[in-house]
């Protein structure tokens, strides 16, 4: 979809830092992150809302979800990976995996600009612990 930042990261018009992806489903990291690991997972095709998304792609992103949070868990020994979906900023579906070690984990206004370094580092940690 025309002027979808999510849409154009997805064709390399604007750059991500990548964590995973499969035919379906892109991962990267958030550049704005809540908690220090807060990733991002979409879908390749433009969806605008979580519950008008099509199976087999709605269970898909949810089966990917909990792979990734099992590395994500992993690699930054959080407490649980919270899971937010609104989808208003950027009406192109997406699913916040946050780890959490408190209630507020998951606020939005928590969120702050990354380090690009420290985000590359953190996707490279992540992916070291992604199994099948
Ligand atoms: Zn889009």
Same mark, same amino acid.
């Given at each position: ?13 604007? !750059? #991500?830092?990548? =964590? ?5 489903? $892109? ?5 704005? /992150? ?12 433009? =969806?605008? $809302? ?5 199976? /087999? &792609?709605?269970?898909?992103?949810? +089966?990917? *979800?909990?792979?990734? #949070?099992?590395? &994500?868990?992993? #690699?930054?020994?959080? &407490?649980?990976?919270? &899971?937010?979906?609104?989808?208003? *900023? =950027? ?7 946050? !780890? =959490?070690?408190? +209630?507020? @984990?998951? @606020? /939005? ?22 199994? @099948?």
């Amino acid at each position: 979809m025309k002027n979808c930042i999510f849409c154009k990261i997805i064709k390399g018009e604007i !750059p #991500s830092i990548k =964590v995973w992806e499969d035919a379906e489903t $892109y991962a990267f990291m958030d550049i704005n /992150p809540t908690r220090p690991g807060h990733m991002l997972i979409i879908p390749k095709k433009h =969806v605008d $809302y979580i519950f008008e998304t099509e199976e /087999p &792609l709605f269970t898909k992103l949810f +089966v990917n *979800a909990k792979k990734l #949070s099992k590395a &994500l868990k992993s #690699s930054t020994g959080a &407490l649980k990976i919270g &899971l937010a979906i609104e989808g208003i *900023a =950027v009406r192109h579906v997406h699913l916040h995996l946050i !780890p =959490v070690n408190n +209630v507020n @984990d998951l @606020d /939005p206004c928590k969120s702050k600009k990354g380090n690009i370094e420290e985000l590359k580092q953190m996707a490279e940690k992540i992916r070291k612990e992604l199994k @099948d």
